[in-house]
């Protein structure tokens, strides 16, 4: 049975900083490809950061810059550095796994709650 389990979600202050985690099991992250999705209220859920199991990563350009995909094999999780928050990135974030199959089966996390606020 496939797992994600995002952690790290918080209340914080424009210009901080937070470390999102997603801990997997049942899969190994390595070899996926592995997103990190987010969806504020009102609006559609939107693809903030990739990284592909060859290494590649893309982000969105509202976190270019900002934010940082990386990977934890020896603890099979993958992390968000989310660096200068700002209000507009309050959402639930969500991890996203995919296997690099032709049938790209897809799982996801339950996510959890970044804050922006004074």
């Known amino acids: 049975q496939v797992q994600l389990v995002e952690s790290g979600g918080d209340l914080v202050q424009p210009g901080g900083s937070l470390r999102l985690s997603c801990a997997a099991s049942?899969?190994?992250?390595?070899?996926?490809?592995m997103n990190w999705y987010r969806q504020a209220p009102g609006k559609q859920r939107e693809l903030v950061a990739a990284?592909?199991?060859?290494?590649?990563?893309n982000y969105a350009d509202s976190v270019q810059g900002r934010f940082t995909i990386s990977s934890d094999n020896a603890k099979n999780t993958i992390h968000l550095q989310m660096n200068s928050l700002k209000p507009e990135d309050t959402a639930v974030y969500s991890c996203?796994?995919?296997?690099?199959?032709?049938?790209?089966?897809?799982?996801w996390g339950q996510g959890t709650q970044v804050t922006v606020s004074s």
């Open positions: 996203n796994a995919v296997e690099r199959t032709i049938f790209r089966r897809q799982y």
């Open positions: 990284l592909t199991s060859d290494g590649s990563t």
């Open positions: 049942g899969i190994i992250v390595s070899i996926y490809d």
